[in-house]
């Protein structure tokens, strides 16, 4: 029986996350007696280690130029980051290992990468490493190890950026961005805008994130005070930002409903016309892999400074980060009942890719299949 170890993240933003259950999901189907386990790597690394993750969001938001370089040290002392990250997760990696060593390690976030290569490498431990690039385009230096048995890229920008970084073309596939099973059971004909809403209402799909509480309920009011519409703000964790955002909306009582942390976003994001959210390449991917068109309207300094930019160039989406101007973005996508929203969702159709993450869990077993030599029955 073989065993897989994903090395991932589940503070700092849920991104990593996602994309450990989009292929755990499809790896349990492809082989059902492969035994994955997960761990934040965070928590490898102690107090100090996860009291920075749990951080993370409020540092990207409120302290943008000291997240963006922090960020960006990874780029220029990559071996830096990783001596020292090494040293922290050393000894939690280690009883890790020696309870259950797996055959492969799939690291999903660039602090663990040349940090676990270096554990490895310093204790004799001949497991090999993948490493799964979880941003679109500005990748860290962080990826790129040369000592990774592979370099799974999400797009042909982080493609051009491991080969920059010295990864040989060999090692590095492209694999599309893994989004979980239930954002690709969709029909992407069924999402072409025939008519703008039902009955001319609009139901714009607020996903706040890190957004902010101000920011998400000035883009409602802008919404609500110029068009005929309904507004959903999910607010995520934080029950008194959602509190507060209800109370300072009151007055557009039966026009706008605001949700908490939820299970089933997906739902949300299918009902809704336009989506209004950050540059998270997951989000991102999400929406396209379910075809609803969506408007930027911030991204983090750092890792998402470029998803706008790739998001504008593949036609994916709009962006519009100042909320003044948000109202003249909508009005320019509504002209010709939605000419500009169904260019839209056709560019999403010729680009998503629904068998992203199943193809990516086969690649992993069969470099499983590499290491131990043997043959695994795939049920396609």
């Not at 007696?33 to 990207?60: H, N």
């Not at 020292?84 to 020696?98: D, E, N, Q, V």
């Not at 101000?214 to 110029?226: I, T, V």
């Not at 068109?293 to 991204?299: M, R």
């Amino acid at each position: 029986m073989s065993r897989l170890l994903f090395i991932s993240s589940d503070n700092t933003g849920h991104g990593h996350r996602s994309i450990a259950l989009a292929l755990t999901e499809q790896l349990g189907l492809l082989d059902p007696l492969l035994e994955v386990d997960e761990v934040d790597g965070f928590m490898l690394g102690g107090r100090f280690y996860a009291a920075m993750s749990r951080l993370y969001d409020k540092i990207a938001v409120r302290a943008p130029l000291f997240w963006k370089f922090y960020y960006s040290l990874g780029n220029v002392f990559p071996s830096v980051a990783a001596f020292f990250t090494a040293a922290s997760i050393k000894s939690r990696l280690c009883r890790l290992l020696s309870r259950n060593p797996p055959d492969l390690i799939v690291s999903l976030h660039p602090c663990f990468v040349g940090s676990v290569e270096n554990v490895l490498e310093e204790k004799g431990l001949k497991i090999p490493v993948i490493s799964f690039i979880a941003d679109l385009d500005n990748v860290s230096r962080l990826w790129a190890d040369r000592r990774s048995l592979f370099t799974l890229c999400p797009t042909e920008n982080a493609r051009q950026s491991m080969l920059k970084f010295g990864i040989m073309d060999e090692k590095i596939k492209v694999t599309g961005f893994p989004v979980r099973n239930r954002f690709c059971v969709y029909d992407p004909d069924t999402a072409r805008y025939k008519s703008i809403g039902k009955e001319g209402k609009i139901n714009f799909l607020i996903m706040n994130g890190s957004q902010g509480l101000g920011r998400s309920a000035k883009m409602a009011e802008e919404l609500l005070d110029n068009f005929n519409c309904s507004v959903t703000i999910l607010a995520g964790n934080n029950k008194k930002a959602k509190e507060a955002l209800e109370k300072s909306l009151e007055r557009y009582k039966g026009r706008v409903a605001v949700y908490g942390f939820v299970e089933d976003v997906e739902k949300y994001m299918r009902e809704a016309d336009i989506l209004l959210l950050r540059a998270s390449p997951n989000v991102m991917m999400e929406a396209v892999a379910l075809c609803r068109p969506f408007i930027i309207t911030g991204s983090l300094t750092g890792q998402e400074e470029k998803n706008p930019d790739f998001a504008a160039a593949n036609r994916l989406g709009v962006v519009c980060k100042d909320v003044d101007r948000l109202s003249g973005t909508v009005s320019e996508l509504l002209a010709s009942n939605g000419e500009k929203l169904n260019e839209i969702i056709d560019n999403q159709i010729r680009y998503r890719n629904p068998a992203a993450a199943r193809n990516t869990a086969r690649f992993i077993l069969s470099a499983i299949c590499g290491i131990s030599g043997g043959v695994r029955n795939e049920n396609n």
